[in-house]
DNA sequence: GTCTATACGCTGATAGAC
DNA sequence: GTCTATCAGCGTATAGAC
């Protein structure tokens, strides 16, 4: 995620410090709570430049959300061509989930700890952008593969990566001590093969392995 | 959820009308693009009795949340006592948060929907109140009973509930079409038993007749 | 392209009459 | 206890200099 490596420390163009601010702050306290002058001051910048940029507050947060879930799709389509199978694609950007949240909080807490609409009305839910949908057609195409059950499409994306989100929640509220990828074997045993004893006469020693 | 039996239309005490106005537009616009003239004018009530009553916008904020975590606390207590496995525990709580997202839409969403940090910081987390804790003890115990695979409580208790509460905010979205109870059956079954075709030789059949 | 100083509107909150 | 009128502060946005 280009603007965040911050392997030049100076040079940094105007922008991208604007953004990177913007999302600290509201990552931190929330959009509404955060005033063009705090970003402006942690961005080492003047009000005029953030007009002329963005123009205005809510440019920024539009210009942030669209970045970030480009990047997001180009994660999930990196997935897609990487992994063949619809089940290991959804292990593999469980995998990767879990491993953004330790190393890239604001962009997680970003995308699935605020409530967007509140502040980019105008765009796209984000269960509507392009990445959320490919992964649902990852799902659909699970299913017709025959490695998923047939079941209603939004039922199973919502068992597949609802463990995943409600854990990323979980962390980003400071409830999980242990960073995420500690607990994806876990994770992804019980998301596919169910938390009932009964099925896991193979998957005890897994778990055993684990604990 | 007393408050909101509007059984009684006119002679409705004070302060619930006012909460009921203010959780409305909370949910509908987000708590900080509702102005305290907006709950005043939509109560029928004036400022002055606002302020009397929860001492400011924040003040009726905070009686909210209480009010509505208090109400859901009693709800899983309830569960508690009518059920007596774990897993009927959480099947049932599952099965209520279902129905209550079509009943009582503006809690649900109020729940699960707003990011309470950004206008209620000195309250617990909503995953540190009353309700969730109580569930997480119902998945442990359901591990300590052996009904539960032995795995790490947060991992279960995201898998077992992670998908309900992504299914409901789906459906807060209004991206799902059909009441959520429709999904009950194939919901609880994925999350129990998993996604994976090869866990479901019994299970197809009950799949085949929901379709 | 970048900055400073300023204006305007809105919102939360109060004081005091009824 | 309830209301109306009013205030003070803040936050967005702009105009204009450099």
Redesign the interface.
């Known amino acids: 995620m280009p603007y965040l490596k911050r392997e030049a420390p100076s040079p940094e163009p105007i922008d991208c410090r604007i953004l990177t601010a913007a999302l600290d702050l509201f990552v931190n306290?929330?959009?509404?709570?955060v005033s063009v002058h705090e970003i402006q001051k942690q961005a080492d910048v003047s009000i005029g430049s953030i007009y002329k940029h963005f123009g205005g507050k809510d440019g920024i947060a539009k210009a942030l959300y669209k970045h970030i879930l480009n990047e997001m799709d180009e994660l999930v389509d990196d997935v897609i061509q990487e992994h063949q199978s619809p089940?290991k694609q959804c292990k593999e950007i469980i995998r990767l989930l879990c491993g953004y949240t330790e190393t890239h909080y604001n962009i997680m807490a970003f995308v699935f700890?605020?409530?967007h609409?509140?502040?980019v009305p105008d765009e796209p839910?984000i269960?509507?952008t392009l990445p959320f949908i490919k992964i649902r057609d990852i799902v659909k195409n699970?299913m017709k593969s025959?490695?998923?059950?047939?079941?209603?499409s939004?039922?199973?994306?919502?068992?597949?990566?609802?463990?995943?989100?409600?854990?990323i929640q979980?962390r980003l509220?400071n409830?999980?001590k242990e960073p995420l990828p500690t607990?994806y074997e876990?994770?992804i045993?019980?998301?596919?093969?169910?938390?009932?004893?009964k099925?896991?006469a193979a998957?005890?020693d897994k778990?055993s392995a684990?604990?």
């Open positions: 306290a929330g959009y509404h709570n089940t700890h605020a409530k609409t509140e502040f839910l269960c509507n699970g025959g490695e998923f059950r047939k079941i209603d939004w039922v199973a994306a919502s068992t597949i990566f609802g463990g995943v989100i409600r854990i979980l509220d409830m999980i607990y876990t994770l045993d019980a998301t596919f093969n169910g938390v009932l004893t099925n896991t998957a005890d778990i684990v604990l």
